[in-house]
Every structure is written in structure tokens, then in C-alpha cells.
């Protein structure tokens, strides 16, 4: 396997397993009751302890 | 950031519309945090407020409402806060109330309810300058002593003027713990008071204070009760003879406490504010017009149409500028990597391609946050709702529906969060289910880049500003009859009266506006270059793998008298094709073969279920795949435009018809496809039920008229 072919799967390979990571934080702070979405709205935040 | 000393707390609480938050950021400049109040999705904003000589508060920016006698959970979220009730704050050292200036009656009513927690208080007579243009003159003084002593000070927080004597006054009722004169209770209701908490202290064995008393016999929600742990059974009897002993006394017990209050007031108010020549009554010529019945919405249409093309013209340029950057950034990094074609591809094609095709929407953003900042400041906002108000009462709708929907076409996630003000659960339910429907911003990009593709192309750039009020009126068109359906047919909603305040007309403040559309930018950046960046990749990985070398020398066998230009064009497209994302693209394609889609489309609808904006950076790296640093300007768009069915029926002809460019809209328009939304529907109605309903009807209905208006209007052009 050629150099190019090793960065070019590291990238997509990243972009997978943040965009995974990404969901799985959003789906547990919905079950902490906060809001999960993209909106960038102040209840984003997740509850005080 | 700089923290208060000793802990002291501090909070301000008002009436809706009174300058309240702005007064706050006036308190606390940019040193803010926002959070949430544990287990409620209401905002904690709290900032450091220095009251001068070093000595700094802890400010909370509490919700606004206009009585202790909560009915949703903001409102309890106030009286916890205040009476100290919430597990990690601690009971506020002062509570500054701030009162509208022109209205002190009604707005003290709240500062009286206040009283009764025994708090020290700082009276803030904010919007001076809006009294005394109306001849409004206030004895500050003469209302301190009638109060017993608070400080009372007059600011315009707006303008910035008299936050000193705010400061002031807040350092000094914290010294001097100061608290506001109280209510004098008629004997049987102050002995109706004393018998309610003299049982709920003794059947719950917790200590019940006389404020807590006044919630228990006046309201009719029993959120103090419930958190006091005093049952139904135990309360009963209590309550129905405190009930009756105030009623005997001659007051109806649900109206005694505003009557009382009130009554109070008047005679503290006496003689406080004198009227003199002023301008009164300017918002209300001004409303006579823009309410007007019949000119009120066509003056809100030409408004909307106006707010549109002005989005479109003021963005053209700077679009056209990024645009060249996006291509400039091209050609600097793509003719290094000519060795590396898969990696040249990766950047140029993917990562620059996609995530440009979406920055480039980014001067339509600004301008858009602008205007709707402008219209939220100058309190024609709230105009709007008082119009929408006659269409959404037709279908049912309760009156605290239409803060969400209008909130709705900037994100549906906040606006379905926000349906908890709703009382009933059958009207937050009906109201959550039609939120979606309206057109939050992320469907602005693909209206944008249709707008700019075709219809001003092909009808005028007014016809661009005519199409995007059309489309954001399409989800109200079928909001309103689904919201019949539901609220009369299926939950039988009851009526409730609406009541909305309007605010004063005023000149927008800039740094107030700015901040919003910055915010608001910041984040549509930040999303291109976190999630949208992302997605970029993973469906350019799709469009571009498997590569199969005798794909390449299959098209060079077929065409061998054919230029070497035409036939790497031929291998790039059949690349394309024969790519993961365009096999399953054509896998897909027969079921939006009706709505006039191709595969590439087909690709770009599937791949933006998850969030719709990504319909513009799938369309991107679809439509720039093996392209590398050729693309010209404005790339996208004319790689669209020039876009023909290759087989079938309609070969030859453009994919993008009138047709399909309005199906795509309309389909965008209605369909369901945001990730976050669909679980906070689930979220906020308790299960996945309403939340699987939503996405069903909202797909099935968005397909059905996608298809309507692609075979009606393939037929008439």
C-alpha cells in the first residue's frame, strides 16, 4: 500500500470516527435531558449537576 | 473573566419587554455564562456585575414574567430561584426588579408579589427616556419612601444612561438589606394565609414560609404543593376552608391576591407620577397601519419580499468574492499534487469543493440575521405574530403556539424546546408536531442555490425573492391544515385566548443586532468546518471509490479515434457512476423518479437526512469529482445548468427543469430531514411514537407534492 493511499484512508477513516463520536455525545446528552442539536442555542449546554 | 466577591448573588427579574436583558448586558458587558437550570430546559444566564470601589455581584438574568403564580416551567424556575429553592444556587442577595417606566402599576404588581419574600429590593424605573418623551414625570424619591426606603432609580438601559445609579443602588441594598413595604392582608385573608401554612408545615414537618403560603391558597397550580410534598388528600380540606373564609370575607379567592395588590399599589402610587405634554401614542398610529386588518398583511408580504430581495442583492458581490477564493484555493493546492491523483482529488474535489460550495452561502446568512434582527429590535416581530395570530386561531392553535413557529424558521430544535411554555399538553403536542414544518435556515442554502441557478437565470432576479417567500410559505400551507387536523379532529384542543404583548416601537440597537448575526455566523462556520466538512469526505470517498483500472481502459478502447480531453471526461463520469454512492444513487433513483430527480440528486436528498443543508456539499463534490483545478467560477452552478439526462425518455433534455428545480424545492420544503429534530420531537413528546409519525408524514406528504409539482408543471412548460 502506497503512502497516498494511507493518508487519504487516515483522513476518511478520522471524518468517520468523529462524525461517529459526534452522534454517540449528542445521544447521551439528550438522554441527560439537554438539547442534542446543531442549533448552537444556550440549552445545547448540558444540565448543571 | 473576573469573579465576584464573597458570593454575593444578585437577580433581576421583570416584566416581558421591559429592557430587562439588555439592562443585564448593560450590568455585566461581555462577561456572561450561559447554562441550564437543573432537570429544565430553561437558560441559567448569569454574568459578574462590578458595582464599583472593586466590589463585584454574581448577576442571574431571570425569565421574564408577570406573576409569582407559575403556569410553566420558566415561570416556576423564578420563583425557585428567588425563594432559593434550586439545588446548587444559592437564595439571591438582592433581587433588582426592573419596571417599565410608562406602565409602573401593572409592572409593580410583580415588585409587590416580590415583596413578599422578604428579599432586599432595588427598583429600577427602566425606559426613562420613553416616559419622558411621553410627559411622564416620576418623583423617584417620594415612591422610595412610600416603599420603605428600596432604592428607586430611573435608567434607560437602552442608551446606556443612568447604569451607574443602578450599580450604586444595588451596592446599596446589599449593604443595608433593605426589604420593600409589604402588603397589608385584610384580616380573614391574612388568617386564611396563616391556617394554610400552619398545616403544611405540620403535615409535611418542613418549615413553610408566608410566601409559600400565598402560592398555596391563591394559585391554582399546585407546582408548590407538589414540591413541598403536601398531598391532594391532605391539602383538601385545608385549602377548600381557607377557600371559603377568604370568600366570606368578600373576594373571590383566585382574584383576591391581584386585588389586594393592586389596591396597595394605587395608594402608593398616588401622586408619584404627574403627566405633562408629551408624544404619546406614536406606536399606535404606527400600529393603526401595520395591523390594519386588510393593509396589516399585505404590508407583512411586501415586507417578507422586500427582506428577501434585499438578501439576494446585498449578497450577490461578496458571494462572488468567496467564490473566487474557493477557486483560487483550488488551483494553489491541486497542480502540486498532479502525482497524487487520489489525494488531489481529496482536497481539491472533496474538502475544497464541498465545504466552499457551502461557505459561499455564508453573506446571505449575515444579511439574513441582520434583517431578522432588525425586524425582532424594532418590535415588528411581534406584529407579525399579532397577524399570524388571526390564520392560526382558524385551525386551532393555542395562543402560546406561535412564539415557537415563528421561532421555528431560524431552527426547529430551540422552538420545539420552547413549546414547554405550553400549558396544555394537547396543544404543546399539536404545536410540536407542525414546528417542523416551518423553514428553519438550513433550507435557505438549497432555496439559494436553486434561486440563483435558475430562476433568476431564467426569470429576473425579482423572481428569486418571489420564489423564497413561496417556499417558506409552503410549509405554513400545509402546517395550518394539519394543525386543524390535529388539534380538532384527532386531540380535541380547546380554544384559549392569546394574549401578546406589543412592544414599543424602537430603533434597533446596533451592537445588540451585530452580536446576534455574528453568533449566528460563527456557528453556520463553525458547522462547515466540523460536521459539514465531515460529510464532505465520507461522500467523496463514496463518489470516488472503487476506481477499476480497466474502467479507464475499457472508455479508451471504445473511443479510440476520440481527443484525449473527451475521453478522461468519459472516465471521470463513468468513475462516477460506477462508485459506491452512484451505484446506490441509481439503486434509488426509480422511487424520486416521479419528483423528476436524477441519481446525483437522488444522492444528495439521501445523503441529507441527517441535516438538509448537506444537500449543497453533496451536490458539490458530486458535481466536481474529477474536475480538479479546472473549475472555473461559479463551478457549481453551471455544472448544474449544464447538467442532461444521458438515457431514458428524456434524454437530452436538462435535468434541472423548471420542473425539477421546483419539485427539489418544494421537497426540501416539507421533508423531514434533520436528525436533531426527529429526537427532540421523541425527547419532548415522551416516546418515539408522535417523533416516527412526524418523519412519515412529513417524507410521505413531501414526496406526494414534489411529485404534484414536477408532472403539473413538466406538463404546462
Known sequence: ?49 | MSTPDAGLLVALVGNPNTGKSTLFNALTGLRQRVGNYPGVTVARKSGTCDLGDGQKVELVDLPGLYSLAAASPDEQVVIDALSGNIAGDRRPDAVVLVVDSTNLLRNLFLASQVAELGRPVVIVLNQADVAKEQGLRIDTELLSRRLGGVPVVMSSAWKGEGILDVRRAIASAVANQTPMKRVAWPTNIAAALTDVATAAAADTGKPVTEAEGQRLLFDTNPSTADRLGWTLAQRDKTLRSARDRVRNSGYNPMAAEPLVHYAHLRIILEGVVTEGAGKAGRSAAVDRLLLHRFLGPVLFLGIMLGFFGSVFWLAKFPMAWIQSGVDWTKTIVAPPLDAYPMLQSLLADGIIGGVGAFLVFLPQILILFLFIGILEDSGYMARAAFIMDRLFSWCGLNGKSFVPLLSGFACAIPSLLSTRTIEDPKARLATAFVVPFMSCSARFPIYALMCAAFIGPLYGPGWESVVMVGMHCVGLFFAVPTAFVLTRLVLKVKPQPFVLELPRYQMPKPRDVLWRMWQNAAEFVSKAGTVIFAITIIVWALSYFPRDASVAERIKASNPTAAEEVVKAKTQAAYVEQSYMGRFGKAVQPVFDPLGFDWKITVGVLASFPAREVIVSTLGVTYSVGEGAKADSQHLRKAMQDAKWSEGPRAGSPIFSLAAVLALMVFFALCSQCGPTIATLAQETGGWKWAAGSFVYMTALAWLAGTAVYQVVIRLT
Not at chain 1, 18 to 33: D, H, P
Open chain 1, 1 to 49: 500500500m502506497n503512502l497516498e493511499a494511507v493518508i487519504v484512508g487516515a483522513i476518511v477513516g478520522f471524518a468517520v470516527a468523529w462524525l461517529v463520536r459526534r452522534w454517540l455525545a449528542a445521544a447521551r446528552r439528550r438522554k441527560e435531558g439537554g438539547c442534542a442539536g446543531d442549533c448552537g442555542c444556550a440549552t445545547k449546554l448540558k444540565p448543571k449537576k
